[in-house]
């Protein structure tokens, strides 16, 4: 797919638009972020398409970055009207993430496809683990532990988040519910986490993939303009669609069902850089 041509850019587009329909079904059928679900897709589409290995991760994760600066926007001011989000926590912690987001950022852009892969598979274990095992409403402890445990916390959320291409919500809620945090205060604040990691994780994309060989047609460094402008209307769109199904199927046997397919992927990606 290295040259422009009709069929190669159309196929690239019909994949992408899958990619927007996928995520935006699931995302409402489970509630999870975007993120989570459009990099493995992205991931299964790209090799599907022959995309060079060496770029294929990269693409994926700063692609979904770019779609994460418009959702996340929207889902941000909608938590943050419902008073959700907890602003005092935000201002004690944003520099903190934003300090991971960058560390993260920059070894993403110097690290080869091959080990971004792994992160994001062995983190995507975790947090099926999580999905799987954890029972509602345990915890820790009943608050936030101090500083410099709470800066650490931030810092990690950050830099393993802009690695994988996702916004707050994956990392960020299960972090906060961990320390008795409620839930719809967690899921609100790590909304707007998600802009602190999707700006900088957005900007660093493009940078350091400028000039990068065997991008898709239409990439602005590792950002697919393609996927940025089909991904975000199609999810946006399908989403109410994901989360109408949701009525009238078991949550608990989907969040299982989800968590398997997270398991599957992470697996997969780990076995195809090992083996």
Known sequence: ?????????????????ATGVVAGIVAGLLGV????????????????????????????????????????????????KRGSVDMDLLKRWWWAIALGVIAGATLAGNISGGALTLVFGFVALAVSANMMFRKDGAHLADSLPGSPVKEVL????????VMMG????????????????????AVGTAA??????????????????????GLPPLSLG???LVGFFLIIPASTLTAPLGAKIAHTIDPSKLKLVFALFLGFTGLRMIYGVLF
Do not use: C, Q
């Not at 290295?2 to 159309?10: A, C, I, N, R, V």
């Not at 290995?53 to 418009?70: C, D, E, F, K, R």
């Not at 919500?169 to 839930?183: A, Q, S």
């Open 1 to 17: 797919m290295e040259d422009l041509s009709l069929f190669s850019l159309g196929l690239l587009a019909v994949a992408l638009l």
């Open 33 to 80: 972020g975007g993120g989570i679900v459009i990099v493995p897709v992205l991931y299964y589409m790209f090799t599907a398409l022959k995309i060079d290995p060496a770029v294929l991760m990269h693409v994926a994760v700063g692609t979904s970055l770019a779609t994460i600066l418009a959702t996340g926007t929207s889902s941000a001011r909608s938590h943050y």
């Open 154 to 161: 931030g810092f990690l959320i950050g830099g393993i988040s």
């Open 166 to 185: 996702i916004g707050g919500g994956t990392l960020g809620v299960p972090t906060l519910t961990l320390f008795n945090y409620p839930i719809r205060k």
């Open 192 to 213: 707007a986490i998600g802009l602190i990691i999707a700006v900088p994780g957005t900007l660093s994309s493009i940078w350091f993939g400028l000039g990068a060989e």
């Open 222 to 224: 590792y950002v697919n």
